[in-house]
């Protein structure tokens, strides 16, 4: 390897230099630490990465100083291709060798004409990067060659698109002023028309002009004879509330005198003046000792039930209600001790509004004892006894009123509905009183 009083005139091309200080970095890696150089040193601690990119400027200009370095590095790169470092010792490159690996092997080796090698690895990278870019350029010139035939495709059908919006512009400017002259034609007979309107208000208004004096004087006419319409009417209706209170007077002395002959006869027959009622002869398991107590609770808001109003307005009707068939169609996922609470409180309170007889029924054939509950004032409770339904007191209670007298049964079950029916009594839904109970 030789140097004597040879040195390049230019820099080494870069991807040469790239190459040699990615060599160099390696080898720094693998030299012992008293081999290192000093300027770099701090550089071969660095991982093999960050050497050669961090350290580029240092590794080569110790390269291009240092000569013992740069053996070592030479020698490094003889190992790897050692056919390239012999050929270039002889004088002789090998044709198929790459450029940068010549000029690489030159640079770090020294043989006689390695100035001259690396110039011409140099000429041979500076013509394929010509080369490179003339097939980047007429790649270029390619593309630009499609996107104008492109855009040339692109423009013609814009064109055909705009001729036939043109076309179709032009048609519906045709179709406008069809309709312009139309629309003109219309307003020229509007006006025509108007002016004849106007004609014939001008004589309507001279008419009623000349009628308004007729029409005032009939119009007093009219008043005129509206009051003595009025004059009649208000004596007619003071001969009607004449005799409707004489008729009002007629009736009030009969009912006076038999409501003295039923007060006669009470004391002739000397009939009690506080009875038991019918239903209270029923055997049955009524409550009374101290146990559950009743709790108020909010009944369901519905509509108005007309049919019960109706039936609760019938003088001395009796309303039998089976208790646990209403309360498990309106609050059946309470317990049994809440549902009975909560039925029973409503019927309190509808007795204190209409002062109905109530009865309320309810099963007692699997209850273990007797069901202490704290019945409102005016609401009769029974329970069926063992061995009994509340079904069958139910039309015990309805057997026991006397024929004739008004009697409703509260339930929903199809049997007791049909068996009371036929008793006399008229059924009526549970639905029915619990929309009753929820509006009092």
């Not at 090998?94 to 080796?109: D, N, Q």
């Not at 208004?205 to 009628?211: D, L, P, T, V």
Request: hydrophobic fraction near 45%; proline fraction near 6%.
């Amino acid at each position: 390897m030789s140097s004597a009083g040879e040195g390049l005139s230019r820099p080494l091309p870069e991807q040469v230099r790239t190459h040699v200080v990615d060599l160099a970095s390696q080898v720094l890696g693998s030299m012992p630490a008293a081999a290192v150089p000093p300027p770099l040193r701090n550089i071969a601690r660095f991982e093999p990465r960050k050497r050669a990119r961090l350290g580029s400027t240092p590794i080569a200009a110790q390269l291009e100083t240092d000569k013992e370095f740069r053996e070592a590095v030479a020698e490094v790169l003889a190992a790897s291709l050692p056919e390239l470092v012999a050929g270039l010792a002889e004088g002789a490159v090998p044709p198929a060798a790459e450029p940068v690996l010549v000029a690489a092997a030159a640079y770090l080796t020294r043989p006689p004409g390695w100035v001259e090698m690396v110039e011409t690895a140099r000429a041979d990278l500076e013509r394929s990067a010509a080369v490179a870019e003339g097939s980047a350029q007429e790649q270029a010139v390619t593309r630009l060659r499609e996107q104008l035939a492109a855009q040339k495709t692109a423009a013609r059908e814009e064109s055909e698109r705009l001729r036939e919006q043109l076309k179709a512009a032009r048609a519906e400017v045709s179709d406008l002023r069809h309709k312009l002259h139309a629309a003109r034609e219309r307003a020229r007979a509007a006006e025509a028309h108007a002016a004849a309107m106007e004609e014939a208000a001008q004589e309507a208004r001279a008419a009623a002009a000349s009628a308004g004096s007729a029409g005032e004087s009939e119009l007093r006419r009219l008043r005129e004879r509206l009051s003595d319409s009025e004059r009649q009417l208000e004596a007619a209706r003071r001969a009607a509330r004449e005799g409707r209170s004489e008729e009002d007077t007629k009736v009030r002395v009969l009912l006076d005198a038999l409501a003295d002959a039923a007060a006669g006869l009470r004391r002739e027959l000397a009939l009690p003046s506080s009875i038991n009622r019918p239903a209270d002869s029923v055997a049955s398991v009524a409550p009374g000792r101290p146990g559950v107590r009743a709790v108020p609770a909010r009944a369901l808001a519905d509509d108005d039930p007309a049919l019960l109003d109706q039936l609760l307005a019938l003088p001395q009707i009796h309303l039998i209600v089976d208790g646990y068939n209403v309360t498990k169609t309106g609050y059946g996922t309470l317990t049994l001790a809440d549902q009975r609470n909560r039925l029973l409180t409503g019927l309190g309170a509808l007795y204190a509004q209409t002062r109905t007889e109530l009865t309320c029924v309810f099963d007692g054939a699997e209850l273990d004892g007797p069901v202490p509950v704290s019945a409102p004032r005016g609401v009769r409770v029974l329970f069926s006894a063992p061995g009994q339904i509340a079904d069958d007191l139910i039309r015990q209670l309805v057997r026991a009123e006397p024929v004739g007298r008004a009697l409703a049964v509260v339930s929903s079950d199809r049997e007791v509905a049909e068996s009371v029916r036929r008793m006399g009594a008229r059924p009526v839904p549970a639905a029915l009183l619990l929309k009753r109970l929820g509006r009092a």
